[in-house]
């Protein structure tokens, strides 16, 4: 059986009424039979039957013991770093998400928990930036927003050589075209904000731990510390879940060809897109990938701020906005939005240059997208808003 098929049926029916869609128990508490003898359920922090049936969907696509989910990605990371205690350290992905940078620097450090941000598509570095104090290698494959690819199962056995837990954060893979855990990984996350709701319509968090041990400990402390996600939004990420797997094969289609387009217009320097030849990780993205994403980044060869604020706000079907993943192609600008929060030397030593712009392919006909890009090139040099952006 497909993947695709078992992911549709493993999604329960109501018991009690055969309901097709699985009800929304809006309720913050439920009656006990006796004091400590419950139906499973006695508040809707510590456990709610929409969020449950979602929690147990994610943990089937993710191939792994435990799912849980969180009121954001944010709050998902958030209870992983809580597993780390104070003198701890964190090997990371260098090109970061801008969130879990300022989470990790700016919040955690004062607790002693110290990061370190190395290149982790050379598996050798991560090996050498390792010490008896690092806990966890924190992954993002693809990266935001250059689209690095990192060889999950070489460094998975690096992490294993060191005793160290290796979370992988799969938002723009999505378990359609990647499974970290069977890679070698402990903890996926993701922004279940992004592909998995897939409609730009919530705010939502997914970790899922391959061994159960972990996985009662983030448990723990989802109960603990509060951080749940609510029975409608739950609800929400079920509906979106339905169709994954169709969404992401059709984003990941216009996003070949537009990341082929923009390869070779005369104003664009780099594109970055694991599903291109031309991509320094191709490779590895073949290896343990079924499919590449429907995220496109690129810079112009006119490489400055200005540059790209003009492409940006000039676009007419790619709307300016934060985030990712849904029906409607969206553009950003990483230096100015989503990774604001990294210091500007840090973030250009990465590859987020001041010129690079994000696109986030929807679900538009694809011949559409290309020819709005295509405009936006021409628009803005007719209209002299920016010079020299094309050569």
């Given at each position: 059986m497909s993947n695709a098929t078992q992911l549709i049926h493993s999604i329960p029916t109501d018991p009690l009424t055969g309901a097709v869609s699985v009800p929304i128990y809006q309720t913050s508490t439920f009656v006990q039979e006796a004091p400590g003898v419950n139906r499973g359920y006695d508040y809707a922090r510590s456990g709610n039957p929409t969020r449950s049936a979602l929690e147990e969907l994610v943990a089937r696509l993710e191939n792994g013991s435990t799912g849980l989910a969180f009121a954001s990605g944010l709050a998902a990371i958030d209870a992983v770093i809580k597993l780390l205690k104070t003198g701890d350290e964190i090997i990371?992905?260098?090109?970061?998400?801008?969130?879990?940078?300022?989470?990790?620097?700016?919040?955690?450090?004062?607790?002693?928990?110290?990061?370190?941000y190395v290149d982790t598509t050379r598996p050798e570095l991560v090996a050498a930036a390792i010490t008896p104090k690092t806990k966890i290698i924190w992954l993002e494959s693809p990266t935001n927003p250059t689209l690095k690819i990192s060889d999950i199962q070489a460094i998975a056995k690096i992490a294993k050589q060191h005793n160290c837990l290796?979370?992988?954060?799969?938002?723009?893979?999505?378990?359609?075209?990647?499974?970290?855990?069977?890679?070698?990984?402990?903890?996926?996350?993701?922004?279940?904000?992004?592909?998995?709701?897939?409609?730009?319509?919530?705010?939502?968090?997914?970790?899922?731990?391959k061994d159960s041990e972990?996985?009662?400990?983030?448990?723990?402390?989802?109960?603990?510390?509060?951080?749940?996600?609510?029975?409608?939004?739950?609800?929400?990420?079920?509906?979106?879940?339905?169709?994954?797997?169709?969404?992401?094969?059709?984003?990941?289609?216009?996003?070949?060809?537009?990341?082929?387009?923009?390869?070779?217009?005369?104003?664009?320097?780099?594109?970055?897109?694991?599903?291109?030849?031309?991509?320094?990780?191709?490779?590895?993205?073949?290896?343990?990938?079924?499919?590449?994403?429907?995220?496109?980044?690129?810079?112009?060869?006119?490489?400055?701020?200005?540059?790209?604020?003009?492409?940006?706000?000039?676009?007419?079907?790619?709307?300016?906005?934060?985030?990712?993943?849904?029906?409607?192609?969206?553009?950003?600008?990483?230096a100015n939005m989503t990774h604001k929060s990294i210091p500007a030397e840090k973030r250009r030593s990465a590859g987020v240059k001041d010129s690079l712009i994000r696109l986030s392919i929807g679900l538009e006909e694809t011949e559409d997208l290309v020819a709005d890009l295509s405009d936006t090139f021409q628009r803005i040099t007719q209209t002299n808003t920016i010079q020299q952006v094309t050569v």
């Open positions: 990371a992905v260098d090109d970061i998400y801008g969130g879990a940078f300022r989470l990790f620097n700016n919040v955690y450090e004062q607790f002693g928990i110290t990061v370190r290796l979370c992988v954060d799969n938002t723009f893979a999505t378990p359609v075209f990647q499974q970290p855990l069977d890679l070698g990984a402990d903890i996926v996350v993701h922004s279940a904000t992004k592909y998995l709701g897939g409609h730009s319509d919530l705010i939502a968090g997914i970790v899922v731990a972990t996985g009662a400990r983030l448990k723990y402390f989802q109960n603990a510390c509060g951080n749940i996600l609510g029975p409608f939004d739950s609800w929400l990420v079920i509906r979106g879940i339905e169709t994954l797997h169709l969404r992401v094969r059709q984003h990941a289609r216009s996003a070949q060809q537009v990341a082929e387009f923009l390869q070779t217009h005369p104003a664009v320097d780099q594109v970055f897109y694991p599903g291109l030849s031309t991509h320094p990780n191709h490779t590895v993205a073949r290896k343990q990938s079924r499919g590449f994403g429907g995220i496109v980044s690129f810079t112009l060869k006119n490489d400055t701020e200005a540059a790209a604020i003009a492409f940006v706000t000039h676009t007419r079907l790619f709307k300016l906005a934060e985030s990712l993943g849904g029906i409607k192609s969206l553009v950003s600008h990483p």
